[in-house]
């Protein structure tokens, strides 16, 4: 037998003379802090031993020789026993690991089912593909040693207060990183950031999607490992931040979520927000810190309040509600088409705009009837109510849309709701989505009390925001299609759009018509004496109006691209995105 290396002889387990088995320890050779075994290839007898142990050898040197020679059946059994029990390592992996799942503490996960709320690891298994995760940093503990013992901080601290970690919701890869309540309020530790920095890197590397259950209470001033005075220098939040607009952002917040964890709650694209929960940039500790009283948690952004203003997207009744709000939103921003799709009845929408020009309509089973059964998700729906923002798909292909709604203001574009379509065309230009808008507005808000809340500024920058768009938009006027605000919404020209449509029912103006006859024959009318006879010139010079502004008018100047059936838009829609 010859050396496969220069090595250090280190033991001889045989002598001239002894017969050995196939298989049986013969000498080990030591190199490079590695120890080999060289085994018997056959039974047979040692001949001759040609090195010592502390000789050094080199490769292809001979070491001994076998002689052959046929020995007695061995006794039956296995040529190497195994171990009884479990090997060490394996078995303090195996408890070590034990510590960081929900079964090692009942009682924390006991008050948060009183509490109504799950924990972390509860919402991540309601959230992914069985079998589908994969955990980064689970042994990960408190930075607390120097006021903590180890065991202490492995029984009470597990993860560091955040689980993160791998997985799929219906086959699509994503980041998750969850906020452990029970874990020091959910706290943002120093471990606790190295975990998710090093789940950032991934996500941008690997172009992926990133779910945040942000509950928890900012940062950890209780942490005392590390040389840190301030810690302001931790690249969280700018590296979670960064990825907005390169990946869809999703935030779930449940319970109370203050400071830090808002902040990045903040950077999402879509907030979903339990009922009960609240969120702010402060918690009750730092509120009266900065001398602005005592508050308790409850009165600090509830989510109610926060929904009304627009911190919050989508508005749900409890955690369970909020994983499936996500896994549906998901799945709206998937490419592709899918084709298990159904609709509803589609001559129903050519009833679905009143004859009268001046009645209000609910416009939102308008939408559901027009989109795929069971895919209309709407985002917003407490904020900015003169315009709503959903997702959905049509014959199984994604898209978003923004609906004017009569029903409120008129439908007329007040700041809020001009910032809330500004942000709009940003989130699908960032998720890549075509746009469909129903127009039914009679423009820009105006007016003193408009002028108060910023109306200007929200009008420029939601043209800005339309002239940014680079995926498909098409416009389709449902009734009216007045002014500059009808011109921002179809993206700032009614020729902006891939294509831009209406059905028989819309109108156009300059501005509102009957303003535009007050304004445009205001001496006509007011050579007449107040009464009928005033009112009947309104009346015929609105009629002017109304019939030069139709849709097919529109169509006719090339103003507009066409005008088609209502019940026919769907299968355009579906052909223009095709």
């Known amino acids: 037998m010859k050396a496969p290396m220069t090595a250090l002889v280190q033991q001889l387990a045989v002598a001239?003379?002894?017969?050995?088995?196939?298989?049986?320890?013969?000498?080990?050779?030591?190199?490079?802090?590695?120890?080999?075994?060289?085994?018997?290839?056959?039974?047979?007898?040692?001949?001759?031993?040609?090195?010592?142990?502390?000789?050094?050898?080199?490769?292809?040197?001979?070491?001994?020789?076998?002689?052959?020679?046929?020995?007695?059946?061995?006794?039956?059994?296995?040529?190497?026993?195994?171990?009884?029990?479990?090997?060490?390592?394996?078995?303090?992996?195996?408890?070590?690991?034990?510590?960081t799942l929900d079964a090692a503490r009942p009682e924390a996960v006991a008050k948060r089912h009183a509490l109504g709320l799950r924990s972390a690891r509860e919402n991540i298994a309601d959230l992914l593909d069985a079998g589908s995760w994969v955990e980064y940093g689970a042994l990960a503990y408190a930075a607390q040693r120097g006021r903590r013992s180890l065991e202490d901080l492995r029984a009470q601290t597990p993860a560091d207060g955040i689980v993160c970690g791998i997985g799929r919701v219906d086959g699509v890869e994503l980041v998750v990183m969850a906020y452990d309540a029970t874990v020091l309020a959910g706290t943002q530790g120093m471990r606790n950031h190295q975990k998710s920095d090093r789940m950032l890197?991934?996500?941008?590397?690997?172009?992926?999607?990133?779910?945040?259950?942000?509950?928890?209470?900012?940062?950890?001033?209780?942490?005392?490992?590390?040389?840190?005075?301030?810690?302001?220098?931790?690249?969280?939040?700018?590296?979670?931040?960064?990825?907005?607009?390169?990946?869809?952002?999703?935030?779930?917040?449940?319970?109370?979520?203050?400071?830090g964890n808002a902040a990045l709650l903040a950077c999402c694209d879509l907030i979903i927000a339990?009922?009960?929960?609240?969120?702010?940039?402060?918690?009750?500790?730092?509120?009266?810190?900065?001398?602005?009283?005592?508050?308790?948690?409850?009165?600090?952004?509830?989510?109610?309040?926060?929904?009304?203003?627009?911190?919050?997207?989508?508005?749900?009744?409890?955690?369970?509600?909020?994983?499936?709000?996500?896994?549906?939103?998901?799945?709206?921003?998937?490419?592709?088409?899918?084709?298990?799709?159904?609709?509803?009845?589609?001559?129903?929408?050519?009833?679905?705009?009143?004859?009268?020009?001046?009645?209000?309509?609910?416009?939102?089973?308008?939408?559901?009837?027009?989109?795929?059964?069971?895919?209309?998700?709407?985002?917003?729906?407490?904020?900015?109510?003169?315009?709503?923002?959903?997702?959905?798909?049509?014959?199984?292909?994604?898209?978003?849309?923004?609906?004017?709604?009569?029903?409120?203001?008129?439908?007329?574009?007040?700041?809020?709701?001009?910032?809330?379509?500004?942000?709009?065309?940003?989130?699908?230009?960032?998720?890549?989505?075509?746009?469909?808008?129903?127009?039914?507005?009679?423009?820009?808000?105006?007016?003193?009390?408009?002028?108060?809340?910023?109306?200007?500024?929200?009008?420029?920058?939601?043209?800005?925001?339309?002239?940014?768009?680079?995926?498909?938009?098409?416009s389709i006027v449902l009734r009216r299609a007045y002014g500059l605000g009808a011109m921002a919404l179809a993206g700032g020209s009614l020729h902006r759009p891939l294509m831009s449509l209406a059905w028989p029912s819309g109108e156009f103006g300059a501005m509102g018509l009957e303003g535009a006859v007050r304004l445009g024959y205001r001496k006509e009318l007011q050579a007449l004496p107040e009464g009928p006879e005033r009112q009947a010139l309104f009346d015929e010079l609105l009629a002017r109006q109304v019939d030069n502004g139709r849709a097919l008018q529109m169509a006719e100047m090339l103003e507009i691209d066409a005008v088609i059936d209502p019940a026919e838009t769907r299968a355009v829609v579906a052909r223009l995105l095709a």
């Not at 190199?31 to 060289?38: D, S």
Request: with cysteine; proline share 8%; aromatic share 4%.
């Open 16 to 99: 001239p003379g002894q017969p050995v088995r196939a298989g049986q320890a013969l000498l080990v050779l030591e190199a490079m802090k590695m120890e080999h075994e060289l085994v018997a290839p056959a039974d047979g007898i040692v001949a001759e031993l040609l090195c010592a142990i502390g000789e050094t050898v080199r490769e292809g040197e001979s070491l001994l020789r076998l002689a052959p020679q046929r020995l007695d059946a061995p006794a039956p059994g296995p040529a190497h026993a195994v171990p009884a029990g479990e090997r060490p390592a394996l078995a303090a992996w195996r408890e070590r690991q034990a510590l």
């Open 201 to 259: 890197e991934i996500a941008a590397q690997r172009r992926l999607p990133v779910l945040l259950f942000a509950e928890g209470g900012g940062g950890r001033p209780g942490d005392c490992d590390m040389p840190i005075v301030a810690g302001l220098h931790v690249p969280t939040f700018a590296s979670f931040a960064r990825l907005s607009g390169q990946v869809p952002l999703i935030g779930i917040a449940a319970g109370r979520c203050f400071a």
């Open 274 to 474: 339990t009922r009960d929960s609240n969120i702010g940039m402060g918690g009750p500790a730092m509120v009266e810190g900065g001398g602005l009283g005592r508050f308790p948690p409850e009165q600090i952004g509830p989510a109610a309040v926060q929904a009304a203003n627009g911190v919050v997207d989508l508005l749900v009744e409890d955690e369970a509600a909020a994983v499936r709000a996500a896994r549906h939103y998901l799945g709206l921003l998937q490419p592709g088409r899918r084709a298990d799709w159904q609709c509803a009845e589609q001559q129903a929408l050519r009833e679905a705009i009143p004859e009268n020009r001046q009645r209000a309509y609910a416009v939102r089973p308008l939408v559901e009837a027009l989109v795929d059964r069971g895919s209309l998700l709407e985002l917003r729906p407490e904020h900015g109510g003169a315009l709503l923002t959903m997702l959905a798909r049509i014959e199984g292909r994604p898209l978003a849309l923004l609906v004017s709604n009569c029903a409120v203001n008129g439908g007329a574009i007040d700041a809020e709701a001009a910032s809330k379509a500004a942000q709009w065309f940003e989130r699908c230009e960032a998720a890549g989505l075509p746009l469909v808008s129903l127009i039914d507005t009679p423009g820009f808000m105006v007016g003193p009390a408009a002028e108060a809340r910023g109306q200007v500024r929200a009008s420029g920058r939601l043209f800005v925001a339309a002239a940014r768009l680079r995926v498909p938009v098409v």
